[in-house]
């Protein structure tokens, strides 16, 4: 007897499932470096269906009928058409990842359906069996091993679909992946030698899968693209993360765990489905061992047990036929026959009539000759058996009947014992298969003749499908079926009923009978669902084990960094006094070292900034108010206008505001040569201003050295300066400083100052106080040339009002002019008698100068009767303001008239001019102008002689009363004529 088995090579299915693990941990390795970025999601979803797809292949490779092959048929069914557009979808997030965002990612959409639609096809094929995708694996056909996809893909959408994803969608990716490299010049160069890398490893594949898939090994073709495409696209993801430098979000702590998770819980996983598939075929060996040694033993109990009870029908028939025996003789040896063999149920002998001779249960004799194992023995069969039931007690019994032979060898009665076949079903409840196990024999006719774990009226029924699997499994053990189990002595088979596995072990007797062992898989193979319950029990316990002490050992080692960062953080708030702690000896010990020499240098650094921002404040104070002094003394200088209040009143202002002992203004004299002390601030400075003190320019002194310079000077120590004068009226002086005023440049004085203290002026101060004195010299320089400006404005105020005067003089000449108004109009009266009017006891008489920018032009006389009240303030008011405008209105009609006085002058001498410039000869030209001379001028004769002057004969043209100087006469001598005179006796011109 052969135990058949399937074996296969390991080779494929293991080296699918290490690159699915290879796969599987790449993707999540990817996936948890930057799950923010889209290129790493759509790469990381590559890796996975990838990982999915090799350990498919895997498993087919694996399998070893249509019923194992089912389910990795679905997977390949459903990830190998969706590879394709998912790398095109990864290869335009590695290199164009704003087309899969904003208002036109949508475009992008029917490619997402592309690796959505082989699931739904696969699903709705397995479900509805509508045969559009997935066909299914023919089991009749297939024997085992890896498969082409075309083999289970054969709907009426399979063509259309597999062009679309191993040819379009290939062209289109490996185009883009070349237009990338070729024209997207805006791309880094590492992007772009990215780009030509992947554009190769796609139109390989693409070679592959279309030109060579059918000559190579379809799992092999399979794994080799799936494992390019896994590194390629692998390492352009992580390379173009480093190169980029994406920022990766979320805790330090947890982003370790999750790599040190997607490392070794996918390893921990792959690990442990290898050692429960390697436990599994061990177990499942072990168990088809085991139902073939419970097999073997209880075929040979059954043979023993038949074998026991031939043996007493043989000792029974070997008795009779040594010599006659009478009844007790007989009586005896049957009751040691019962004795020695229990399971004995009858003992009968029979004559050749088929009478019964004896029995054992002393009960009537019966004829037996009709029987069919009569006849047989009768005729010389040396054994026939035969099942049967009690018709009494419906006992199942097994018959042995026998001829009795003589010495002489001739049949001289039958021998029959029947034996109990209840005491073969307590032997076959003998076994180490469990309570679930069920065994029956089976005779020459395949009826059960002895069975366990099965109602008794079951028994001496045929063997069928129901007995064997009462869930109705869809085989069934029929005599021919139990012959064929005995031609091959045993077979394991799996017998499925209602998607309850089965085992069933046959063995074929030396009798011919059939022991027939059925045991449900879950019992037979107890082991190993224990032993996988425990291996995933232990892989779950080692996971969290693992994850707790990565949990663990990471935080113990972030601790110190987080501490760290704490202080970190606490010291950038402004708290110096922050120190990091040192607990560990390592890398982050020497970094928290280094840390706290920064911050202790940085704690010296903040202490000596904040000294030196104590100092720079207080010089930033002092500027401060020295320029706001400056800006005082600007502010002060557009109010005074008064030289001498305005000198003095600085110099008391920095005296007072910088608390110095003396503070004192020089100005130049006309001459250049002396220096006048004109503003002090000092009670010595005081005394010098009353005896008019003055330093020499150039010689003596500070202050004649800058006055003679133009230079600022500054003497920290007066006693060391070669240049100081030793004032007595100043003789606690330690320090000066001397500042030039310049004006326009030139020097126009000095700005001194004076301390007590030694050193008590700095660079700074004296930059500042520069500007004061500045300020000061541009304000002494405005307030004289606003001095001058007022006397030249009040010069030309004089002159105006002179030209004034003259013009109305000449336009009055000693004329007066009056005019009166009443009621009854405006009359044109006598000067005189106006007055005259005006005195008159019988009015209230108010008279106002009519005055024009201080020049008298006349006067408003008004009068009213003496019983109207007086004049108002408020009618005075209105009668000055009612003048003002008269004035200037009367002004304003006489500049009108002047002004068009000269344009009419204006206007005939351009006349005259355009007159005498139409003609080009002289004479012309000369009687044109003496006539316009006549005319213009208005006089009764006008002469032009030209070359008075001249020895030869001068040219004269007149004209006069319409008449001109020549009469005619070609050759007539012309004396000069004198132009007439004017009408009223006017002086000839």
Same mark, same amino acid.
């Given at each position: 007897?052969?135990?058949?088995?399937?074996?296969?090579?390991?080779?494929?299915?293991?080296?699918?499932?290490?690159?699915?693990?290879?796969?599987?941990?790449?993707?999540?390795?990817?996936?948890?470096?930057?799950?923010?970025?889209?290129?790493?999601?759509?790469?990381?979803?590559?890796?996975?269906?990838?990982? /999915?797809?090799? @350990?498919?292949?895997? &498993?087919? %490779? *694996?399998?070893?009928?249509?019923?194992?092959?089912? $389910?990795?048929? !679905? +997977?390949?069914?459903?990830?190998?058409?969706?590879?394709?557009?998912?790398?095109?979808?990864?290869? /335009?997030?590695? @290199?164009?990842?704003? &087309?899969? %965002? *904003?208002?036109?990612?949508?475009?992008?959409?029917? $490619?997402?359906? !592309? +690796?959505?639609?082989?699931?739904?096809?696969?699903?709705?094929?397995?479900?509805?069996?509508?045969?559009?995708?997935?066909?299914?694996?023919?089991?009749?056909?297939?024997?085992?091993?890896?498969?082409?996809?075309?083999?289970?893909?054969?709907?009426?959408?399979?063509?259309?679909?597999?062009?679309?994803?191993?040819?379009?969608?290939?062209?289109?990716?490996?185009?883009?992946?070349?237009?990338?490299?070729?024209?997207?010049?805006?791309?880094?160069?590492?992007?772009?030698?990215?780009?030509?890398?992947?554009?190769?490893?796609?139109?390989?594949?693409?070679?592959?899968?279309?030109?060579?898939?059918?000559?190579?090994?379809?799992?092999?073709?399979?794994?080799?693209?799936?494992?390019?495409?896994?590194?390629?696209?692998?390492?352009?993801?992580?390379?173009?993360?480093?190169?980029?430098?994406?920022?990766?979000?979320?805790?330090?702590?947890?982003?370790?765990?999750?790599?040190?998770?997607?490392?070794?819980?996918?390893?921990?996983?792959?690990?442990?489905?290898?050692?429960?598939?390697?436990?599994?075929?061990?177990?499942?060996?072990?168990?088809?061992?085991?139902?073939?040694?419970?097999?073997?033993?209880?075929?040979?109990?059954?043979?023993?047990?038949?074998?026991?009870?031939?043996?007493?029908?043989?000792?029974?028939?070997?008795?009779?036929?040594?010599?006659?025996?009478?009844?007790?003789?007989?009586?005896?040896?049957?009751?040691?026959?019962?004795?020695?063999?229990?399971?004995?149920?009858?003992?009968?002998?029979?004559?050749?009539?088929?009478?019964?001779?004896?029995?054992?249960?002393?009960?009537?004799?019966?004829?037996?000759?009709?029987?069919?194992?009569?006849?047989?023995?009768?005729?010389?069969?040396?054994?026939?058996?035969?099942?049967?039931?009690?018709?009494?007690?419906?006992?199942?019994?097994?018959?042995?009947?026998?001829?009795?032979?003589?010495?002489?060898?001739?049949?001289?009665?039958?021998?029959?014992?029947?034996?109990?076949?209840?005491?073969?079903?307590?032997?076959?409840?003998?076994?180490?298969?469990?309570?679930?196990?069920?065994?029956?024999?089976?005779?020459?006719?395949?009826?059960?003749?002895?069975?366990?774990?099965?109602?008794?009226?079951?028994?001496?029924?045929?063997?069928?499908?129901?007995?064997?699997?009462?869930?109705?499994?869809?085989?069934?053990?029929?005599?021919?079926?139990?012959?064929?189990?005995?031609?091959?002595?045993?077979?394991?088979?799996?017998?499925?009923?209602?998607?309850?596995?089965?085992?069933?072990?046959?063995?074929?007797?030396?009798?011919?009978?059939?022991?027939?062992?059925?045991?449900?898989?879950?019992?037979?193979?107890?082991?190993?669902?224990?032993?996988?319950?425990?291996?995933?029990?232990?892989?779950?316990?080692?996971?969290?084990?693992?994850?707790?002490?990565?949990?663990?050992?990471?935080?113990?080692?972030?601790?110190?960094?987080?501490?760290?960062?704490?202080?970190?953080?606490?010291?950038?708030?402004?708290?110096?006094?922050?120190?990091?702690?040192?607990?560990?000896?390592?890398?982050?010990?020497?970094?928290?070292?280094?840390?706290?020499?920064?911050?202790?240098?940085?704690?010296?650094?903040?202490?000596?900034?904040?000294?030196?921002?104590?100092?720079?404040?207080?010089?930033?104070?002092?500027?401060?108010?020295?320029?706001?002094?400056?800006?005082?003394?600007?502010?002060?200088?557009?109010?005074?206008?008064?030289?001498?209040?305005?000198?003095?009143?600085?110099?008391?202002?920095?005296?007072?505001?910088?608390?110095?002992?003396?503070?004192?203004?020089?100005?130049?004299?006309?001459?250049?040569?002396?220096?006048?002390?004109?503003?002090?601030?000092?009670?010595?400075?005081?005394?010098?201003?009353?005896?008019?003190?003055?330093?020499?320019?150039?010689?003596?002194?500070?202050?004649?050295?800058?006055?003679?310079?133009?230079?600022?000077?500054?003497?920290?120590?007066?006693?060391?300066?070669?240049?100081?004068?030793?004032?007595?009226?100043?003789?606690?002086?330690?320090?000066?400083?001397?500042?030039?005023?310049?004006?326009?440049?030139?020097?126009?004085?000095?700005?001194?100052?004076?301390?007590?203290?030694?050193?008590?002026?700095?660079?700074?101060?004296?930059?500042?106080?520069?500007?004061?004195?500045?300020?000061?010299?541009?304000?002494?320089?405005?307030?004289?040339?606003?001095?001058?400006?007022?006397?030249?404005?009040?010069?030309?105020?004089?002159?105006?009002?002179?030209?004034?005067?003259?013009a109305w003089q000449k336009r009055l000449g000693d004329r007066k002019i009056a005019f009166q108004y009443d009621r009854f109009g405006a009359?044109?009266?006598?000067?005189?008698?106006?007055?005259?009017?005006?005195?008159?006891?019988?009015?209230?008489?108010?008279?106002?100068?009519?005055?024009?920018?201080?020049?008298?032009?006349?006067?408003?006389?008004?009068?009213?009767?003496?019983?109207?009240?007086?004049?108002?303030?408020?009618?005075?008011?209105?009668?000055?303001?009612?003048?003002?405008?008269?004035?200037?209105?009367?002004?304003?009609?006489?500049?009108?008239?002047?002004?068009?006085?000269?344009?009419?002058?204006?206007?005939?001498?351009?006349?005259?001019?355009?007159?005498?410039?139409?003609?080009?000869?002289?004479?012309?030209?000369?009687?044109?102008?003496?006539?316009?001379?006549?005319?213009?001028?208005?006089?009764?004769?006008?002469?032009?002689?030209?070359?008075?002057?001249?020895?030869?004969?001068?040219?004269?043209?007149?004209?006069?009363?319409?008449?001109?100087?020549?009469?005619?006469?070609?050759?007539?001598?012309?004396?000069?004529?004198?132009?007439?005179?004017?009408?009223?006796?006017?002086?000839?011109?």
């Open positions: 007897m052969e135990v058949i088995q399937f074996e296969f090579s390991p080779i494929i299915p293991y080296g699918a499932w290490a690159l699915a693990l290879v796969e599987l941990i790449l993707g999540l390795y990817i996936l948890v470096l930057n799950a923010w970025h889209t290129a790493n999601r759509h790469t990381s979803l590559l890796l996975l269906l990838v990982s /999915i797809n090799s @350990f498919a292949i895997g &498993w087919m %490779s *694996g399998a070893t009928g249509s019923v194992n092959a089912q $389910i990795p048929a !679905l +997977i390949l069914a459903t990830t190998t058409t969706a590879v394709e557009p998912m790398l095109l979808m990864s290869a /335009i997030a590695l @290199f164009q990842p704003a &087309w899969l %965002s *904003g208002k036109k990612k949508w475009i992008w959409t029917p $490619i997402y359906g !592309l +690796i959505l639609l082989p699931l739904a096809l696969t699903l709705t094929d397995y479900f509805f069996l509508t045969g559009m995708w997935y066909t299914g694996i023919e089991s009749t056909a297939y024997a085992g091993g890896g498969l082409r996809l075309a083999e289970f893909t054969q709907g009426w959408l399979s063509s259309y679909l597999k062009l679309i994803s191993f040819q379009v969608l290939n062209v289109a990716t490996a185009s883009l992946l070349l237009a990338f490299a070729i024209f997207n010049r805006k791309a880094a160069r590492h992007d772009q030698k990215l780009a030509w890398l992947l554009f190769f490893i796609t139109s390989l594949a693409a070679y592959i899968q279309v030109y060579q898939a059918k000559s190579l090994d379809p799992a092999a073709t399979s794994l080799l693209t799936n494992a390019v495409f896994a590194i390629a696209y692998g390492f352009a993801c992580y390379t173009q993360m480093v190169s980029e430098r994406r920022v990766q979000r979320g805790s330090l702590k947890v982003r370790l765990t999750a790599l040190i998770l997607t490392v070794s819980v996918p390893l921990i996983i792959f690990t442990n489905l290898f050692v429960i598939n390697r436990a599994e075929i061990t177990l499942r060996r072990y168990a088809a061992q085991q139902l073939h040694d419970n097999s073997q033993f209880l075929s040979a109990q059954v043979e023993a047990w038949h074998d026991r009870q031939a043996r007493a029908l043989h000792t029974l028939i070997s008795q009779l036929g040594q010599a006659p025996m009478n009844a007790n003789q007989r009586f005896r040896l049957v009751d040691i026959l019962s004795a020695t063999y229990p399971d004995l149920h009858l003992i009968s002998i029979l004559d050749l009539e088929g009478n019964s001779i004896y029995r054992s249960d002393g009960a009537p004799a019966l004829n037996y000759s009709q029987r069919a194992w009569f006849q047989r023995a009768k005729s010389g069969a040396p054994l026939i058996t035969e099942t049967y039931l009690d018709g009494v007690s419906y006992e199942p019994l097994l018959l042995f009947s026998a001829p009795i032979r003589d010495n002489a060898g001739e049949i001289v009665g039958v021998g029959m014992i029947t034996a109990s076949l209840r005491s073969l079903d307590d032997l076959l409840q003998v076994h180490s298969l469990g309570k679930q196990a069920r065994v029956l024999v089976a005779d020459e006719q395949g009826r059960i003749i002895a069975l366990s774990n099965v109602s008794q009226n079951q028994r001496l029924s045929p063997v069928n499908a129901e007995l064997i699997n009462p869930l109705n499994a869809p085989s069934a053990l029929t005599p021919e079926t139990h012959q064929a189990l005995g031609a091959r002595g045993i077979k394991i088979a799996r017998l499925y009923a209602a998607r309850v596995p089965w085992h069933l072990s046959g063995t074929t007797l030396s009798n011919g009978w059939t022991l027939l062992i059925q045991v449900p898989e879950r019992a037979l193979l107890a082991n190993i669902n224990l032993f996988r319950g425990a291996a995933w029990l232990a892989a779950l316990i080692g996971t969290l084990i693992l994850l707790t002490l990565s949990w663990l050992t990471i935080r113990q080692t972030i601790q110190p960094i987080a501490t760290l960062t704490r202080t970190a953080t606490s010291i950038a708030s402004g708290d110096l006094s922050q120190v990091a702690i040192v607990d560990t000896e390592d890398e982050i010990g020497i970094l928290a070292r280094a840390f706290n020499s920064m911050t202790s240098q940085l704690r010296e650094l903040v202490a000596t900034l904040e000294r030196r921002v104590a100092e720079r404040t207080r010089d930033l104070e002092r500027r401060a108010l020295q320029l706001q002094v400056a800006a005082e003394v600007s502010r002060e200088t557009a109010t005074i206008h008064d030289l001498e209040q305005l000198l003095d009143h600085t110099v008391r202002l920095i005296s007072a505001r910088f608390n110095y002992y003396h503070a004192g203004i020089f100005l130049i004299d006309k001459t250049g040569k002396n220096a006048v002390l004109r503003a002090a601030s000092s009670e010595g400075g005081q005394r010098m201003l009353a005896r008019h003190h003055t330093l020499e320019v150039g010689k003596v002194g500070i202050v004649g050295y800058v006055a003679g310079t133009g230079k600022p000077r500054l003497a920290h120590n007066v006693g060391e300066d070669a240049v100081f004068f030793n004032n007595p009226d100043l003789p606690q002086t330690r320090s000066e400083l001397a500042l030039p005023l310049k004006a326009r440049g030139q020097v126009i004085g000095v700005l001194d100052v004076q301390s007590t203290k030694p050193s008590a002026f700095t660079e700074e101060d004296m930059t500042t106080l520069q500007i004061l004195a500045d300020q000061v010299a541009l304000a002494i320089d405005n307030t004289r040339l606003l001095s001058e400006m007022e006397l030249t404005l009040q010069e030309l105020r004089n002159l105006y009002e002179l030209q004034v005067g003259q009359q044109q009266i006598n000067p005189d008698h106006s007055i005259q009017k005006a005195d008159s006891e019988n009015f209230n008489t108010l008279r106002l100068p009519l005055v024009f920018r201080g020049l008298s032009l006349g006067s408003v006389t008004l009068t009213k009767d003496k019983s109207a009240p007086p004049w108002s303030p408020e009618e005075m008011a209105l009668l000055h303001n009612m003048l003002a405008q008269l004035s200037l209105a009367l002004e304003n009609a006489r500049l009108l008239e002047e002004t068009q006085r000269r344009a009419e002058r204006e206007r005939q001498i351009k006349d005259f001019s355009a007159r005498i410039r139409a003609s080009t000869d002289p004479e012309v030209i000369l009687r044109t102008a003496a006539a316009e001379l006549l005319q213009i001028m208005g006089v009764e004769q006008a002469q032009i002689l030209i070359n008075p002057n001249q020895s030869d004969k001068p040219t004269s043209i007149q004209a006069g009363n319409g008449r001109h100087a020549d009469d005619g006469g070609e050759d007539q001598e012309q004396t000069p004529i004198e132009l007439g005179t004017r009408a009223q006796g006017e002086e000839a011109t």
